[in-house]
């Protein structure tokens, strides 16, 4: 069974930095593309980063390139986000996802087939 399990959300001041996880289970890492997509209230569900780890492949949306990074441990299991200077506008729950049929990641803002909880993330200003 794929289990998908995100961490690490919580409170920070703009301009901090704040790390989430994703930590799977039931799959075989590398041959799947791990998403981190966030909702804020109101909005619509933005993908935001995505790591392909058998070859490392990533992507970003351009409103957190620069700031963010993704990053995997195979041994662990677990996807990594580093967000640094965050902005209110970051403020949102944060969701990993995962799907095999998006490799090198294209195309995985089209949909996952499995999802993990969200994380809350909330920026003060």
């Known amino acids: 069974e794929v289990q998908l399990q995100a961490s690490g959300g919580g409170l920070v001041q703009a301009g901090g930095s704040l790390r989430v996880s994703c930590t799977a289970s039931?799959?075989?890492?590398?041959?799947?593309?791990i998403g981190w997509f966030r909702q804020a209230p109101g909005k619509e569900r933005e993908a935001i980063s995505c790591?392909?780890?058998?070859?490392?492949?990533?992507y970003y949306s351009d409103s957190v390139k620069g700031r963010f990074t993704i990053s995997s441990d195979t041994a662990k299991n677990t996807v990594y986000l580093q967000m640094n200077s965050l902005k209110p506008e970051d403020t949102a729950i944060y969701y990993c996802?995962?799907?095999?049929?998006?490799?090198?990641?294209?195309?995985?803002?089209?949909?996952?087939?499995?999802w993990g909880n969200g994380t809350q993330v909330t920026v003060s200003s």
């Open positions: 790591i392909y780890s058998s070859d490392g492949s990533t």
């Open positions: 039931g799959f075989i890492f590398d041959d799947y593309a």
């Open positions: 996802a995962a799907d095999r049929k998006w490799v090198y990641c294209a195309g995985f803002q089209y949909g996952m087939d499995y």
